[in-house]
């Protein structure tokens, strides 16, 4: 299932105008405001578009969220049926305090493409190529490690794992610390994190680690169209989230996803920075234009760059 070309541009045309929206609120010391620009925005310019959209992965459940909520009808109801992820804000605590590395970003498949996933916590792992069995998982951190560098011809401690500085982590960080790996820790934003392995410009080997769920199917669709693999396991901790995820449809609450469970097909993505990070330059302003830059990826047509546009405000 093919999504056609001419979605690339309107796809990045919608996380660039949520990306403009919420650069207003940078450094305004106001998370939800910020991010509220960029909902608003966001589904302002996906109503616009002629599709039959649904979104998967949204602000949250109906009760919990009023926009973008997950089932969520969006578009002009004209045109193909599309799964539509959205995180309209990654880093809400970056734009408040403006610091690098907010983002907005957009993932879209043909319908039934892109897993429903829950909002729970994931555990995660991406590396840079395909071949299987490398690291897993299911493996220590130790074996991954090991497997890592002997795959790459490289000694631990000429690799670099990124991820999250979280107490839950304790554990691997005191590994990869006793096996001399360099640690690259982030603060929020796994998404970008998760995006690191997929150039080696950004000396990231490995990302790991437990973040959310949500931005971690987000960033399984640009992964896929770099060749990357990605494993996950979602986290479900209360009863709650047990019977959310029955309700979806997962049974096996302890399944291990690959990257094609999670996005089959065909599938656009676009990260495009509110302020400057490791990933994207954010937004410039210049009279009554803005710049802003985005990480864009298509499986099906090979694209994978950033693009700089330059937009009337
Ligand atoms: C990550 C990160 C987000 O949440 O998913 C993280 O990408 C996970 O949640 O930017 P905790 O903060 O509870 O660990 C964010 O940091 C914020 O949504």
């Known amino acids: 299932m093919i999504l056609e070309k001419e979605f690339e541009d309107l796809f990045l045309n919608v996380s660039s105008r949520a990306a403009l929206s919420s650069y207003r609120y940078v450094g305004k010391n106001d998370k939800k405001a910020a991010d509220k620009a960029a909902v608003d925005s966001m589904r302002d310019q996906l109503n616009k578009i002629n599709i039959k959209g649904e979104i998967v992965i949204g602000e949250g459940e109906l009760d919990e969220a009023p926009m973008l ?73 130790k074996k991954n490690i090991f497997n890592l560098a002997e795959f790459k011809n490289k000694k631990p401690n000429e690799l670099t794992a990124c991820i999250l500085d979280r107490p839950r982590h304790k554990k691997i960080i005191e590994e990869l610390k006793r096996l001399n790996v360099k640690i690259k820790l982030i603060s929020d934003g796994d998404i970008s994190g998760a995006l690191l392995v997929t150039d080696p410009k950004y000396c990231v080997d490995i990302f790991l680690g437990i973040g959310g769920g949500p931005e971690g199917v987000l960033a399984a669709s640009a ?90 405000i």
């Open 69 to 141: 909520y997950i089932g969520e009808k969006v578009g002009t109801n004209k045109g193909p049926e599309l799964d539509i992820a959205v995180d309209p804000l990654e880093g809400t605590n970056f734009a408040a305090n403006n610091l690098p590395g907010a983002l907005a970003v957009i993932a879209v498949s043909k319908k039934s493409h892109l897993f429903k996933a829950p909002e729970t916590y994931m555990d995660k792992i991406s590396v840079n190529f395909s071949e299987p069995n490398v690291v897993d998982l299911d493996f220590s951190t």
């Open 223 to 312: 992964l896929d169209a770099f060749g990357c693999n990605f494993q996950c396991k979602f986290l479900f901790e209360t009863k709650k989230d047990i019977e959310r995820a029955k309700l979806m449809g997962i049974d096996d609450l302890n399944k291990k996803y690959q990257l094609n469970e999670i996005v089959s097909g065909d599938s656009i993505f676009c990260a495009t920075g509110v302020t400057t990070g490791d990933l994207v330059s954010g937004i410039v302003i210049e009279g009554n234009e803005f710049i802003s830059e985005t990480l864009i990826t298509h499986k099906s047509t090979g694209l994978k760059k950033l693009v700089k546009t330059k937009q009337i």
